[in-house]
């Protein structure tokens, strides 16, 4: 038997095989980018989420009465186990995507019984099939993530880096101690036995929350009391060329295929007629920064990656998310939302990027007088550089004014990539030819090598070598040449990236183009008309 309970976004679907969650749908959210398709749906049903484990009786082997109260607000689970220990379960909603669960357990006997030690609450396991996990060029966004107990406690992401102590990513967990050959090596050596299909990270910790997520969503389980430790789980993708007698098809790469994880408890004395509840909340939805920080408890960070110490930087992506969706509220198109944003970025950086211009141009005259130098004292490099400081300081120039607009506009290009590879808000969102600016462009797919053809990072580089013949030059011929190939560089580092990013760079770039023919129209000699005396 299988009871609904429902609001406006999501539809949860609760199965008496197990008393668990064996779907959710969230309806205001489409599953592909065709239009006519239906919600993004989670599938469960291999394993429910809120399910427990360790607790005989109490699995997804049993039965249990599961029904909906008269004003369908509230769904409730029970079931009486073999030795006498009562469960009742009630589901509510508290929130668009946050579910508030209370799971009472009760002694009928006349004797103390103890809950079974290391008992667990399941989430439900994220999957790269689906297509709300995988991208078209089918790049893994799964992960999970914990907080331990206590506030201003960092949060750990497994999928980059691990717990300290044991900084491995999940990839990385499954190549283990006393195999030959190393994930993701160039030169591998080979394996003595296959990789294993599923890993377990346990933790006896306090916690306060675990979650499971993909590139848009994310489920986070957050008991009022905190749990125990968690058992976080990874299954990976096996290739179908992968044959377990053969060791010249076993994979050294290691693609996540699914994600998944149980919050533990320990074990608690149930006296006679007594009982004891259990409360957690529990959010399945969207990665939206607005609805996650009401959440509390720094669950809004499952948003961001490890950035220790980097509390300026989190500040930074807030603002520059905040701003995009401002903008897309007065012009609702993320496209052209993008681009304002980048002019209000470039006008916020304005002054230096001139400041730069006009000290690279101070560069390019004195450049002779430098060369001079260098040749008149090569063989005393110590003289040298002093009279070439000398040069600079009579000249008032700043050779490193030049590197000063890429260094100050690394961490907005870092915070951006950070927000706008995973913004839902930009999730299907079209503009001109892009279907989607979240993915790359992907026209034409199945190409060889290249796999499709992506437009917008063909006009970046192109946009790329028209500003910098446009920039003014000085310094060596080497550092010129070097700079010369930087734009066939990011062509191969931007070609498969999410168009929203590269949408943000080649209208930076543009920006700057606009800005140079101005500096430059501004500096042109004026042609003056001679006059009658004179003719």
């Known amino acids: 038997k299988t009871e609904i309970l429902s609001n406006d976004s999501m539809v949860v679907k ?26 993004v749906e989670f599938d469960f049903s291999e394993c429910p989420a809120l399910s427990i484990t360790g607790i005989p009786d109490l699995s997804t082997n049993n039965d249990f009465e599961v029904s909906i109260n008269d004003s369908n607000d509230a769904l409730h689970v029970s079931r009486t186990t073999g030795n006498g220990i009562g469960f009742e379960r009630i589901i509510r909603f508290s929130g668009e995507y946050t579910l508030n669960v209370e799971d009472t357990f009760s002694n009928g006997t006349d004797q103390p019984m103890m809950l079974s030690d290391k008992n667990g609450l399941v989430i439900g396991p ?20 914990t907080k331990a107990a206590g506030s201003g406690m960092d949060v750990v992401y497994w999928a980059n880096k691990g717990s300290p102590g044991n900084e491995k990513s999940l990839a990385k967990r499954f190549t283990v101690e006393g195999m030959n050959g190393i994930a993701g090596c ?11 299909r599923m890993i377990e990270i346990p933790n006896s910790g306090d916690t306060d929350w675990i979650a ?47 994600v998944w994880g149980e919050m533990i408890f320990k074990d608690r004395v149930l006296p006679p007629g007594g009982s004891v509840t259990r409360r957690a909340t529990y959010y399945v939805g969207p990665k939206k920064l607005a609805l996650l920080k009401q959440l509390g408890n720094q669950q809004d960070e499952v ?41 209000i970025v470039k006008i916020v950086f304005w002054p230096v ?12 005259k004195i450049q002779p007088l430098v060369t001079e130098i260098k040749q008149k004292y090569k063989d005393k490099p110590q003289k040298m550089n002093q009279e070439v400081m000398a040069l600079y300081k009579e000249h008032k120039v700043n050779p490193m ?35 989607d600016l979240s ?11 290249i796999r499709s053809i992506n437009i917008l990072p063909v006009l970046m580089t192109a946009t790329m070598v028209w500003q910098q013949k446009l920039t003014p030059t000085a310094g060596d011929p080497q550092q010129q040449k070097m700079m010369a190939f930087m734009p066939v560089f990011m062509l191969f580092i931007f070609y498969h990236m999410a168009s929203a990013l590269v949408l943000y760079w080649t209208t930076s770039q543009c920006l700057s183009i606009v800005q140079l023919l101005m500096q430059k129209r501004k500096n042109a000699p004026t042609l003056v008309e001679p006059s009658a005396q004179e003719k």
Not at 187 to 196: D, G, I, N, V
Request: aromatic content about 10%; overall charge positive.
């Open 14 to 39: 609760v199965s008496s095989w197990g008393g668990g969650i064996v779907g959710i749908q969230l309806t205001k959210y489409r599953q592909t980018l065709d239009r006519e398709s239906g919600s």
């Open 126 to 145: 994220m999957n790269i099939r689906a297509s709300v996990t995988a991208t078209r060029e089918k790049i893994s966004y799964l992960g999970l993530d």
């Open 186 to 196: 160039i030169r591998r050596a080979p394996l003595s036995k296959p990789l294993p």
């Open 212 to 258: 499971a997520k993909n590139k848009f969503f994310v489920q986070i389980l957050a008991p009022e009391n905190g749990g125990d430790g968690f058992v976080l789980r990874a299954m990976r993708e096996i290739p179908e060329s992968e044959t377990l007698n053969d060791p010249a098809t076993w994979n050294h790469a290691v693609t996540l295929q699914s």
């Open 303 to 343: 948003m961001f990656r490890a950035w220790k110490g980097w509390g300026w930087f989190r500040v930074l992506c807030e603002w520059l998310l905040w701003t995009l969706n401002a903008i897309y509220s007065v012009i609702p198109n993320y496209g052209l939302a993008i681009i304002l944003l980048t002019l």
């Open 353 to 364: 990027t001139h400041k730069s211009t006009e000290s690279m141009k101070k560069m390019q």
């Open 401 to 435: 004014a030049g590197c000063l607009p890429m260094l100050v506009q690394i961490p907005v290009f870092i915070a951006l990539f950070t927000v706008l590879r995973s913004a839902i808000e930009l999730r299907f969102a079209p503009f001109l030819w892009i279907a």
């Open 439 to 449: 993915e790359p462009e992907g026209l034409f797919p199945g190409l060889p090598i």
